[in-house]
């Protein structure tokens, strides 16, 4: 199974023809609530890639909680390592133009009172029954780097999304079996200008000079570059339509937990991840538009 320690967001989306100027206001077309958050995000895609998932993360005590927990109980996210605590459920304020332009405000609220002890309880409670631990930095960086080094003396494989960037300890990097940038986060993370395979394979050499022991780094249409010490390899990406790429990465590094959690070689669990993340693609939205193993297995046998 995979241990997913991360940020839970209520996404709370407004749909406008065109963004308000500053001290605007517009009206507006529609209006979602629903899960997100990439912790949240990549315990879904773990979970509908069939790898049973849990998430050490924290939720608040408001109504937003309910409509989170439901979202992550209804994908089938273990919910057992999912604390409540005083205050308010995370937020992402979200505004969507038609031509598909954003802006987000992320507010933690909740998601910053995760702690180091509850995290060492999540990895001692779910012991035996996880293999692969999922990171990202939408929870506080020492709590990330805590887990990274907790989860690697317990055994786990520790993944680490580097998203969103920002610069960490230089010691968290021996404690990661993977990272998982894109093309902007590893640039931002590296200071290699990567805008193609052979650039990533520049800025996985950084990552290795640390002592990550693969990097593997996303590039959108253009696929995926696996670095080690032994090899480097492309992916090409899966051909689709795209309608919404929100949530491509997080498909992508929950289906990739997924797979090596059920004992795939990282290579096939790597190419399902690719497939994942065209999938995600094509539908709109996040949490909603996360494949299920069924549909990874149909995309990579056509
Ligand atoms: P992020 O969403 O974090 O920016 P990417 O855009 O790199 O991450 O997407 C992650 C993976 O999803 C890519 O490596 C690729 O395999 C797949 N993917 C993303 N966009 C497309 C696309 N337009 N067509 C096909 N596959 C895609």
Redesign the pocket.
């Known amino acids: 199974g995979v241990l997913v320690v991360g940020s839970i967001t209520a996404d709370v989306t407004a749909f406008s023809q065109r963004l308000p100027n500053r001290g605007e206001t517009v009206l507006g077309d529609d209006f979602t609530l629903v899960l997100g958050g990439k912790g949240a995000n990549q315990a879904v895609a773990a979970a509908r890639a069939g790898a049973p998932t849990w998430m050490a993360a924290c939720v608040g005590r408001d109504p937003f909680r309910e409509i989170v927990l439901s979202g992550l109980r209804s994908h089938g996210v273990e919910l057992s390592e999912v604390r409540t605590v005083e205050g308010r459920t995370g937020v992402a304020h979200i505004r969507v133009d038609a031509s598909g332009e954003n802006d987000i405000v992320i507010t933690p609220l909740a998601n910053a009172d995760l702690s180091t002890e509850m995290v060492d309880e999540s990895i001692r409670a779910t012991q035996g029954s996880v293999g692969v631990m999922l990171l990202q930095l939408e929870v506080r960086a020492e709590v990330t780097c805590h887990a990274a080094k907790a989860g690697a003396a317990a055994g786990l494989t520790v993944v680490l999304?580097p998203?969103p960037a920002q610069p960490l300890p230089e010691d968290v990097w021996r404690h990661v079996d993977i990272v998982t940038p894109?093309?902007?986060?590893a640039q931002a993370l590296t200071g290699v200008e990567v805008d193609g395979p052979g650039s990533a394979v520049r800025a996985g050499a950084w990552f290795l000079e640390r002592g990550v022991r693969h990097a593997v780094i996303?590039?959108?249409?253009?696929?995926?570059v696996s670095v080690t010490a032994e090899r480097t390899r492309h992916?090409p990406?899966?051909?689709?339509t795209?309608v919404d790429?929100?949530?491509?990465?997080?498909?992508?590094t929950g289906c990739l937990g997924a797979g090596i959690a059920a004992g795939l070689p990282v290579d096939l669990a790597i190419q399902r991840?690719?497939?994942?993340?065209?999938l995600?693609?094509t539908h709109p939205g996040a949490s909603p538009s996360l494949p299920d193993r069924q549909a990874v297995d149909a995309l990579i046998t056509t």
């Open positions: 999304d998203a894109n093309e902007s986060e996303t590039l959108g249409s253009a696929g995926v992916f990406a899966f051909p689709v795209p790429t929100t949530a491509a990465g997080d498909a992508f991840g690719t497939a994942a993340g065209a995600a693609t």
